[in-house]
């Protein structure tokens, strides 16, 4: 399952690691956009398996950030 942002901003915070086991609700990272802290949490409990922004990264509206194996 691959988690999108939904807005453009920075990574501001990277908080789980590769191969951590997550719970629905869960945040995985934090967006900063508009002087906003936008949290990517996981939709459903799972694994994940990359995280593909780091803190301090731009990113745009809709990429993916991370790819979760769902359990």
Excluded: F, H, N, Y
Excluded at 30 to 48: A, F, H, T, W
């Amino acid at each position: 399952m691959q988690l999108e942002t939904p807005v453009q901003g920075t990574v501001w915070k990277v908080v789980v690691k590769v191969d951590q086991t997550v719970k629905a609700g869960e945040t995985l990272l934090i967006i900063e956009s508009m002087k906003m802290e936008i949290p990517i949490e996981s939709p459903r409990s799972g694994i994940v398996r990359e995280l593909l922004a780091t803190e301090g990264e731009q990113v745009k509206q809709d990429s993916v950030v991370a790819i979760l194996e769902v359990a």
